[in-house]
Every structure is written in C-alpha cells, then in structure tokens.
C-alpha cells in the first residue's frame, strides 16, 4: 500500500515513511492511495478476535512493508500496557445509551491508543536502519504525556518535551516529569505555551540542528494515530447488539478532528456505522462548520475541556481530500484561501453523515451532574460534553477520551465526588524530574546538544 499527499504534490511513500515523515514536504496529510474495504464475512471472522489481534488484522492492510510477525508483535506489545482487559471497553448505560471507554491506557486518555503503537512504530525503525531518533515537542497537556509514554524507555530514541512551568495541571506535570526514564526530558519553560512553541518552531526551521540530531516532531497529524484509532471503532461496533449497531449514533468530543475522522475513514471501508456526532466545547470551529459549512477559524480560549482547545482542525484536510472527490488541486485551493483569510464558506457543504453540537463552560458541570444522577456513571470534562443532545430517535455511544481522575477539580465541583486512579496516586509518590529553562531557542538547543541520541 501506498500513500499519498492530500495536497498531490509529494512523491507517494509506503507506510513507515509516510509515519516517519509525519506532514507531507508539500504541506498536505498523507492518507492511503485506496482504502481497503471490509466485507460481512470480514466482520464475522473478525468478531472473536482479541483487540491486539483485531488491531493486526486492521494494521495489516496498511502497514504492508513491515513483516507480520514484527508487526503482530509491536502491536501486541503496545496495548499491554493498558489496565483493562478489555482494552476498550463498551459499556451499557441503559437500552439506548452506551459508552466507549478510551481511557485505560497509561496516561487515561484515549491518545494512548495510537501513541503507544506511534512509540512501537518509532523504536522497530530505529532498531531497523540502525540510527538514533530525537523527538522534540512543546504541549499543554495530554499529547506530551501521551507522546512521552509511547516512547520511554525505548532504545535509540529520545524524547524532550517543552511545557509552560505552572501552567498545566500539576497531574499532567507529574505524568511528564515523574516517570524516571532515562530518555525522557520534561523542558519546564519558563513562559507561556505559546513561547514554547515559537521557540521549538526556530529549532525546527534550522535546518542542520534538524538533521544532525535526527528530529522528528511529535506530531497530531502522523497518518499511524488515525489508523490505530479505526480499530477501537470496529471493536465497538462488533460489540455492541446486532439490533443496535447499525442504528447507532457515534458521539466523539472533539477539538483537532483526529479522533472522529477514524471513525468517518472506517465507515468508508465498508463497515456500516451511521453517523457521527461532533461534540465541541466553546472553541467552536468545527460545530459551524457542520451545522452551517462556514469554516472560519475562531479565537482560542481556556475552557473545563482544556483538550480541545482549538480553532484549527489540522485533520479536516483529510475529510475535505474525500469531500472534493480526491481532487489534490481544489485540497490546496481552499487551504490556500483558508491560510490567507482564516475562512472558507462552502457552497452545497455536504456533512457527509456528521451531525454536530456545542457545549460551553456554564454547561460542563451540569452534565456530569446529569449523567451521574441518570446513570451513576463518571464523566470526564471532555466526554461531558458528548451527553449534551443526545438523539432522541436511536441510540447512542459516547466515546470517553479521558478518565475523570485527570480532571478531579471540575468533578468534585459538579458532584462532590473525588474520582481516583492508581496510575495517578502511584505518580504522586515519585520524584518529580524537570528541566527549567527560558522561554528561549539557544537554551532549548545547547540542552539538546547535551542530551540527544
Ligand atoms: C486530544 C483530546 C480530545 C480531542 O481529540 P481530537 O482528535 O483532537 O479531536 C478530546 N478529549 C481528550 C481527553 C483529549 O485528550
């Protein structure tokens, strides 16, 4: 299988270089040249499967240049650092409501699933061509974490990961700074997200710093987090009862459209799933997209949902490749209009099976109180906002991207309850480990030059 860019002006790559190279040279997404399609008798053979099986019957259609035995056991590797055995549990609220648990991997968001294997990924093509690989990243919050604990303590890689110094929450800081991994480097800024970012982005514009250390980006984009990400879908969907699963609503809360893109992708191999609903919080960009095909990016600001901050949603690029009929110039027409004016109004937009809903901060606490009165179910911030609107004509399963032990302030608040979990008390008793250091290039670099592989 090939893979090609969404923008049409890149070489087509197999599969570990496309994941390798992350954002295609032309500035497009790389996505499979054909979708492959799975048929009834495909999902009937895959319905006993085990998760890290189904996820090689899955990976195998894609990643066709890694032998299958290496893959198979990369895969099986990756997921059992997961605490449930069930990997991604679906559990039954009442008749018509269920939930998607996604938040049983190391760091309880759902980000686990396609980071661990991207760490997996990563080391067997370190270990392949025989070079050494450094990651450099800035975050505010769960994709540093997540990216950190897909790669400790893996051979030939290193991860250094810039955060604003006391601007996450000291439970993310910890899942950072608290591992003992000796690869792993948390890069306490002194500054704001931002200024991390600005000072990262002068890294990565230089070219020779870029390629003596081998960097790589950690990156939201990577074509191998979308495809990790279909497989929990097809294990929910060979879950759930025959009488509910074609019928159901698919409720995703969402903020850069990775998540439920996987969904809307496996739908489009074949597997009957009828409609997603995008769940946002006041960061909206998305919601008016779908419910008015104006897409026009917004201002960004904090909310109780702080995963989904965002205005720009670099994986719509994915949906409009498929929305344009696949045509590469018109892909680069409209992100062309979209960079310079920050929008683009479709004419005609069609949603393509996706419905969309809008929650704000006032909002939040109100339905995790819901919830928890009508089903004594936890919800976190993020998968609050999916119980906004559920459909009133079929049922519906909400997919829960992150524990609420990650978010004990907004819970204790809507409910007076302190939701824990081991992972997270184990984390307290560890020394915490970080780096501080100004909000500053020549300081990030000269500590790379220090500690890189
Ligand atoms: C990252 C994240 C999201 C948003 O996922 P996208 O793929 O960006 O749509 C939602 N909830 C949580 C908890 C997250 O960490």
Redesign the pocket.
């Known amino acids: 299988m090939r893979y090609l860019s969404t923008r049409g002006q890149s070489p087509s790559l197999g599969f570990s270089d496309a994941v390798a190279t992350g954002l295609a040279p032309d500035g497009g997404l790389y996505l499979p040249e054909v979708l492959p399609q799975f048929t009834a008798a495909d999902l009937a053979r895959f319905a006993p499967l085990s998760y890290p099986e189904l996820c090689f019957e899955f990976l195998s259609r894609f990643a066709t240049d890694i032998p299958a035995d290496t893959l198979r056991a990369l895969i099986a590797k990756s997921y059992t650092t997961f605490s449930h055995a069930e990997i991604a549990p679906v559990v039954k609220l009442d008749a018509r409501t269920y939930v998607l648990e996604l938040?049983h991997g190391p760091t309880l968001?759902?980000?686990d699933f396609a980071l661990q294997l991207l760490g997996n990924l990563y080391g067997n093509q370190c270990q392949v061509r025989g070079q050494t690989i450094n990651v450099l990243g800035a975050t505010s919050?769960?994709?540093g974490s997540?990216a950190i604990h897909g790669l400790l303590g893996k051979p030939g890689v290193a991860i250094f990961i810039a955060y604003p110094d006391g601007r996450t929450s000291p439970l993310q800081e910890r899942q950072m700074a608290c591992t003992g991994a000796s690869n792993v480097h948390a890069l306490a800024i002194d500054g704001t997200f931002d200024d991390a970012q600005a000072a990262l982005k002068e890294l990565f514009a230089d070219q020779e710093f870029r390629t003596r250390h081998r960097l790589s980006a950690v990156n939201?984009i990577n074509l191998a987090r979308i495809l990790a990400?279909c497989v929990y879908y097809l294990w929910a969907y060979l879950r759930l009862p025959a009488g509910v699963r074609n019928e159901i609503e698919w409720v995703?809360?969402?903020?850069?459209?990775?998540?439920?893109?996987a969904g809307w992708l496996l739908r489009k191999m074949g597997v009957p799933l009828r409609g997603f609903r995008v769940a946002t919080n006041h960061n909206d960009i998305l919601y008016r997209l779908f419910t008015t095909g104006d897409y026009r990016v917004g201002t960004v600001t904090p909310s109780l949902?702080p995963?989904?901050d965002?205005q720009v949603?670099s994986?719509f690029e994915r949906f409009l490749y498929y929305s344009v009929g696949q045509d590469a110039a018109k892909v680069r027409e409209i992100m062309g209009t979209f960079k310079t004016t920050g929008a683009y109004t479709f004419a005609n937009f069609n949603a393509d099976g996706f419905s969309a809903s809008r929650c704000n901060d006032a909002e939040i606490p109100g339905l995790i109180r819901q919830v928890y009165q009508d089903f004594r179910y936890i919800a976190?911030p993020?998968?609050a906002c999916g119980f906004k609107s559920l459909a009133k004509d079929r049922p519906s399963i909400v997919l829960a991207?992150?524990s609420p032990a990650?978010f004990p302030e907004t819970i204790v608040s809507a409910i007076g309850i302190e939701p824990t979990a081991p992972s997270l008390e184990a984390l307290k008793a560890k020394p915490l480990v970080k780096q501080k250091l100004p909000a500053d290039a020549a300081a990030i670099r000269a500590y790379l030059d220090r500690h890189a592989v």
Do not use: C, E, Y
Request: proline share 3%.
């Open positions: 938040f968001a759902f980000k919050g769960d994709t997540a939201s990400q995703v809360p969402t903020g850069n459209f990775g998540n439920v893109l949902a995963s989904m965002i949603s994986n976190d993020h998968t991207t992150a990650k």
